[in-house]
């Protein structure tokens, strides 16, 4: 079985930065997908960013377009994600996810649904 340990969550002012870590560790099956998804209270969770083992291709929420990076690294099955620019509205637990994904041209879409294993969640805070 798959598992999936986040870390570098915490309390951060607007406008500041933060890096997010996940590592897997188990049986990962050769799912190329791994991604971001958050969820604040009282809303539906949302997709962050995503990137394909293989490829490498990302895919990103309009929202966090141009100020949040999503990087692998294959050697320790670590994904990051390097937030920038951070927003009171992006107070929430963010969680790593890995599966096949639903790809297209390479490129796993923001979809949680074929996300199979999913870690416990680390907490980021944007406030001042």
């Known amino acids: 079985e798959v598992q999936l340990v986040e870390s570098g969550g915490g309390l951060v002012q607007p406008g500041g930065s933060l890096r997010l870590s996940c590592a897997a560790s188990?049986?990962?099956?050769?799912?190329?997908?791994m991604g971001w998804f958050r969820q604040a209270p009282g809303k539906e969770r949302e997709g962050v960013a995503t990137i394909h083992s293989g490829t490498g291709s990302t895919s990103y929420a309009d929202s966090v377009k141009g100020r949040f990076t999503i990087s692998q690294d294959n050697a320790k099955k670590t994904v990051y994600l390097i937030m920038n620019s951070l927003k009171p509205e992006e107070t929430a637990m963010y969680y790593c996810?890995?599966?096949?994904?639903?790809?297209?041209?390479?490129?796993?879409?923001?979809?949680?649904?074929?996300?199979?294993?999913w870690g416990h969640g680390t907490q980021v805070t944007v406030s001042s």
């Open positions: 996810a890995i599966g096949p994904g639903f790809v297209a041209s390479g490129v796993c879409r923001l979809d949680g649904r074929f996300f199979i294993n």
């Open positions: 188990g049986n990962t099956y050769n799912w190329p997908c």
